[in-house]
């Protein structure tokens, strides 16, 4: 089936670590993004990519980096300099700015 | 469980009554919204949408209504079932920007 898969689900990190989030899409999309989602909050766009090889940062890129060297891959670090990383984060993907698709999130928590 | 939502407004209908849900949108230059479903634990899910023309738009049991003059969106479901219990939230955006704005959410909670 077509989608958005996320990896892993729950993910623990120590203080001072950097962590990566896993995103694929095999819907052929171009467009890519992360969002941080906290309780009480609305989505936050922490960064975005329309094309290969090219990103932009959201509203809350500080402590984040991002790669997209493949089409149907936009993988998330979360490094030690993000210093309130505990969040549900969430991959999306769209071919047009018309509406997204989500993937399932994962969960971070620092240990 | 998931932890996201815990502070949201909570609308709890009994099951097989109608639901209705509202959102203030922010920017009077958006012209396409959405509205999403979040269950514990999920991603947010496509419900229905609506673009700036129209006022009101009819998908199965939901139905979105737009009103420009106060920047207001509306989710109505019909006859409510539990497996609606879930998060629900509009999103907002203007044609030819990649970015989104996104409500707080709604919780539903539906009463057997």
């Known amino acids: 089936d077509g989608g958005i898969t996320q990896s892993p689900k729950y993910l623990f990190r120590k203080e001072g670590q950097n962590v990566t989030l896993s995103c694929e899409q095999n819907?052929?999309?171009?467009?890519m993004y992360w969002y941080r989602q906290d309780p009480g909050q609305g989505l936050r766009l922490i960064y975005y990519?329309?094309?290969?090889?090219?990103?932009q940062k959201g509203d809350i890129a500080e402590g984040y980096s991002v790669s997209r060297e493949k089409k149907e891959s936009f993988p998330l670090t979360v490094t030690s300099a993000q210093k309130n990383p505990t969040a549900f984060y969430l991959c999306?993907?769209?071919?047009?700015?018309?509406?997204?698709?989500f993937g399932s999130g994962t969960r971070l928590t620092v240990v | 469980g998931e932890s996201v939502g815990l502070h949201l407004p909570t609308l709890s209908v009994q099951e097989g009554d109608n639901s209705i849900i509202n959102c203030a949108y922010s920017?009077?230059?958006?012209?396409?919204f959405i509205w999403y479903k979040q269950e514990s634990g999920k991603g947010p899910q496509f419900i229905i949408d609506?673009?700036?023309?129209?006022d009101k738009r009819q998908g199965q049991r939901v139905t979105v209504l737009l009103n420009k003059t106060v920047k207001h969106l509306s989710l109505q479901i019909a006859a409510t079932q539990p497996g609606d219990s879930a998060v629900y939230f509009c999103?907002?955006?203007?044609?030819?920007?990649?970015?989104?704005?996104f409500g707080t959410g709604t919780r539903l909670k539906v009463l057997a």
């Open positions: 609506i673009r700036s023309n129209m």
């Open positions: 990519s329309q094309i290969v090889n090219d990103f």
């Open positions: 999306a993907s769209s071919s047009t700015t018309w509406g997204y698709t």
């Open positions: 920017n009077s230059a958006s012209d396409y």
């Open positions: 819907l052929n999309h171009d467009a």
């Open positions: 999103a907002e955006t203007s044609m030819g920007t990649y970015k989104y704005i």
